[in-house]
């Protein structure tokens, strides 16, 4: 893409409204802009990496056996009804009248529409396991939305759902979910912990919450700093294997690592002194199973293999799409602005042109531009008629993790410079290697 | 994808609230699910067309130079107010009361919307020319919803707005959609006639309709033949170049192509009577021009090179993304179901074993489904315990376009069949030799 015909438009000054970083960094970065209370347009940067989220969350949840469908926004009362959920939920729920008069609402998340599907079309333990899923637009009347699409009404989420015969291959789905979701955010550059949870209004009995560690979360998170040396890294999981998900989820579960709400003093007393930590966390996801909760009210039964009726087996599980990049952009970031992993980035790879007309320049640039781009990345080329501080600024406000540099004194040199946004590192290389060596660096993604 | 593992919930009877062969076809094929009226969810198979048409039509705006966003479904009714169209929509507007008793609305469309952002943040006319779109979720309260997606309530649409100097600039926008819209229909093996139309609410100067023809379309449309030849191809477009796109539109609208809304009796007698066609049409999107219909009551305005402040020109183009899946099935379908278009189909090619359990039957399908995909092609292997009739009536009924049958008596002779959906034809072939052929459909897309 070539900034001239691109629509970033990016702010000088600091927005008032913004309380805390991301959202400060994603309105001055041109990324949202809201458009009413706790809604937001998702600008084209924006909304280049909410996509990027989008499909590595759809990639793992099918590498894991996951089924992607869609759900539509807008629901009826009657199946919420049913569930007994229409009045618990509160203020929360967008409740919405049609011209006929009848009684819809704003999806804020999916167990009743998602069993009535199964219990429409399935019949046998012979159709099961299964785990459906899909991301969708939900709403929450949140009385105060506030950190921008940290805590917006209209979010994107992933939510699946498993059914399983029984509560051991109910526990599988499980695993293979928490392991699923480790691999999702290691691909986004993130640290994400899973800590044992309360369950709250869905109701659950085993539940992990997964946090990210940053200043501004909304919860107090103690931990084992052991669970920081964990990765999934390379390693083949094979998702069938019960033993292998077990096994990663034993790995991670077994250094302390709980929110406030089910914090344990003793235990946590327990870990050796210089282990011990404690920090703010954002919850970005979450795995429930809920056992026969919804199968039974609503009548989601199979036959199992001796013929009798009986309750599936249920869990849910999601991501917040949209909120991960707050979430991210909150733990990577610094003064100047944004700091994308490689694994999320809007563009791969930043063109700056520190002469815009100068013939070899411009030639240098468009070579660079055209190979990159042969090479299957994505460069953003800036191509305005600007001064270099202000071309600068913006490649370091929009945090794509490397900058190319173009100017007429280094090309006398043969060479450009290849800058990386998180150490602000430079070398100066000849323009193909400058090519190759980011090419190298998203090859190993 | 292996059937055993899959969800698709086919069903044997015709469901009795389908009026049209569309709707009938998706519910019995297992690709959608009513929610409430005019409100689906939508099952695996019909996902992922879904997003194979969406796909295509990112594609294909992008290739335009046209700028992805995402605009969210609810919105505040106060830009409804200054465009003075939130009383002019009557009921099909879904109107929404929040918590704090605000009046919002869910989107039908996002002129409002689209106008807000660019005068906010454009001021000059060397930000010009600019195209935003997005592919979101909008909904319209129809009195009666009816025909599946082909008119339902909740349903996806792309539309696009582009934000010009002047008329001259805005009809090559306006161009230019025409030539994206034909090469997205045509990667979809559709037929669509762009035909001049009526401007409806959203008011306009200049409006084509895109019509596919189908015994099932709700207007009438009355057209010379001699544009059912017209093709784009493999001509290459300079989406850039004014006069290249104004030939193309051109060559489309020389035709005689008229709805009854629009339709004028003594040019359409002035085509040779062997030419004169009249048949019924499915709209599948529209391209508008509306000059400064918003801009002006908004107040999006830029500085021209005169340093004057001008209303921009705008046009709003829309796709009925979930309409089509409807489209493409009335246009084309068979007794025995679904025959999808390669550019759509949701897998490339099925697998039917004829004798689950035969090792050798086992093996030859495993390693088709292995060498398919390691192709980069989806296959859907039936594996289930099914007897061979049943397996291919569900072929059948889901439309994959091309089929491979594997048994044991075709195994003896080292061949396997493979059968196309559309004709019906068969051919007997070595499994490598079946495997290159499906190959080189694909790649000639």
Known sequence: MRLSRYFLPVLKENPSEAQIVSHRLMLRAGMIKQSS?????????????????????????????????????????????????????????????????????????????????????????????????????????????????????????????????????????????????????????????????????????????????????????????????????????????????????????????????????????????????????IEVGQIFYFGTKYSEPMGATVQNSEGQKVPVHMGSHGIGVSRLLGAIIEASHDDKGIIWPEGVTPYHCGIVNLKQGDAEADAACEALYASLTALGLEPLYDDRNERAGGKFATMDLIGLPWRITVGPRGLKNGVVELTSRRTGESEELPPEQAIEKVAQIYAKR
């Open 37 to 281: 209370a706790g809604i937001y347009s998702w600008l084209p940067l924006g909304f280049k990496v909410l996509k990027n989220i989008e499909n590595i969350v759809h990639e793992e949840q099918v590498r894991a056996g996951h089924i992607p469908m869609l759900m539509p926004t807008l629901q009826s009362a009657d199946l919420w009804r049913e569930s007994g959920r229409y009045d618990d939920y509160g203020e929360e729920m967008l409740r919405i009248t049609d011209r006929h008069g009848r009684d819809m609402l704003y999806g804020p998340t999916n167990e009743e529409l998602i069993t009535d599907i199964f219990r429409s079309h399935v019949g046998s333990y012979k159709d099961l396991p299964l785990t459906l899923y899909h991301i969708q637009w939900k709403f929450r009347d949140e009385i105060r939305p506030r950190f921008g699409v940290m805590r917006g009404r209209e979010f994107l989420m992933k939510d699946g759902y498993n059914f399983d015969i029984d509560y051991e291959n109910a526990m599988h789905a499980y695993n293979r979910h928490m392991v699923s979701y480790l691999r999702s955010y290691e691909r986004m550059g993130l640290q994400a912990i899973p800590m044992r949870a309360d369950s709250g209004p869905i109701g659950g009995e085993d539940t992990h919450e997964f946090l990210v560690l940053a200043d501004t979360g909304e919860s107090e998170v103690f931990y084992d700093s052991a669970i920081l040396d964990l990765k999934i890294g390379d390693r083949v999981v094979d998702f069938d294997n019960w033993d292998d998900c077990a096994a990663i989820c034993k790995e991670w579960t077994t250094p302390y690592a709980r929110t406030d709400e089910t914090h344990d003093e003793a235990a946590f007393n327990a870990i050796p002194e210089e282990r011990r930590r404690t920090s703010r966390g």
